[in-house]
């Protein structure tokens, strides 16, 4: 190439277009449908003097890029290296610059965007992992409200009115409970609201009435928690536990003793170190607002079952157990308190961590 020549010295670039329509004009005269799409639809441009030789006194070659829409490129890829090699050989024989020609041309992608939904169209993009709705803190307090553990009564539907008595007699002793077809505001949408509540949860209680293993929703609920790793905790009203829960031993069940259910759950949650934490302290302070001897009363019955309690928490329950009317008042409170805490001062371990009596 030589260092003289300059991009406004050369004449042919300036004479492509020229000879792009004049080819038009012939490939559309011998039916070339492909040529003739090429150089009407191609977006020319040139490399100048990218070659140089000094036959006849020196010539300097071009370079044609023709860049070419994405559905015509697929028509020319296979043999684009031929379809280039003729077009070029056309091109020159159309140039007059003596001491001018062109080199080679070359095809390109055509530089258009890429539309942002394109592997979507495609219809090969795998299925993402399905995940569940992620909850706010404001979704959290709408779901749950302040109680601890969140328990989550998976159910038929058609076993709404026995869910939502456990879920009361749950809320004496502070947990929380989310009863789907009790808790779901109007507004909200179905599914959505379940996804958070199942994401938030901290055990899952599955309700064995009878046709709950026919049930999508509740085997959906119940692999959700296992796949979180949530225990699960199944009751008894019918139904034997199936399946991945069926390795746990159901607790019995009765509907027309719903505080029995809530005492029993209790029980077996203070089996798990893990709820145990989130337990106690709701306890403590449901002792201490006690208004009513039937709630202290449950709370006596579950921590009657626990061998070692924290003191501050000792010293809680018994402020309370001497200011509280409505739990020392308590026959059945009076009977077992004494001898509770006796027992755990007895222990003298000073201990920071619950434990459930074997």
């Keep these: 190439m030589s260092g003289e020549s300059t991009e406004e010295h050369f004449k042919l670039p300036k004479k492509l277009e020229k000879f792009l329509a004049i080819l038009s004009r012939r490939y559309k005269g011998q039916g070339n449908e492909t040529f003739l799409k090429i150089v009407v639809n191609a977006k020319p441009e040139v490399d100048v003097g990218v070659d140089y030789d000094n036959w006849n006194g020196g010539q300097s070659g071009h370079r044609v890029r023709l860049q070419v829409p994405e559905s015509l490129f697929h028509e020319v890829m296979e043999a684009k290296n031929d379809f280039a090699k003729a077009l070029c050989k056309d091109l020159n024989a159309l140039a007059e610059i ?102 938030s949860m901290d055990v899952l209680v599955a309700i064995l009435t009878t046709g709950f293993r026919e049930s999508h929703w509740t085997n959906q609920e119940i692999g959700v928690a296992i796949g979180r790793g949530v225990p699960v905790i199944s009751v008894r009203l019918g139904e034997d536990p199936v399946g991945f829960v069926g390795k746990h031993q159901a607790l019995p069940g009765d509907v027309e003793h719903p505080n029995r259910i809530a005492t029993a759950l209790f029980a077996r949650m203070l089996e798990n170190l893990g709820l145990v934490k989130q337990i106690l302290p709701a306890l403590v302070e449901r002792w201490e607002q006690s208004d009513n001897f039937s709630a202290s009363n449950q709370v006596m019955a579950v921590l009657k079952n626990l061998s070692a309690v924290p003191d501050a928490l000792i010293a809680r329950l018994e402020k309370a157990y001497q200011t509280n009317g409505q739990v020392h008042g308590s026959g059945f409170v009076r009977r077992e308190f004494p001898a509770f805490v006796a027992r755990m001062k007895a222990t003298g371990t000073n201990a920071s961590e619950p434990v459930r009596n074997a």
């Design 98 to 199: 003596p001491d001018e020609y062109f080199a080679e041309v070359v095809f390109t992608l055509d530089e258009e965007p890429v539309a942002a939904d394109w592997r979507e169209k495609s219809g090969a993009l795998l299925a993402a992992q399905p995940s569940l709705a992620k909850s706010s803190e404001s979704d959290d307090g709408r779901l749950w409200g302040t109680g601890r553990p969140r328990i989550f009564l998976s159910h038929r539907a058609e076993q709404k009115k026995t869910a939502t008595t456990v879920k009361e007699e749950l809320g004496k002793l502070g947990a929380a409970a989310f009863v789907a077809h009790e808790d779901i505001e109007p507004t909200k949408e179905w599914q959505t609201e379940i996804e958070r509540a199942l994401g």
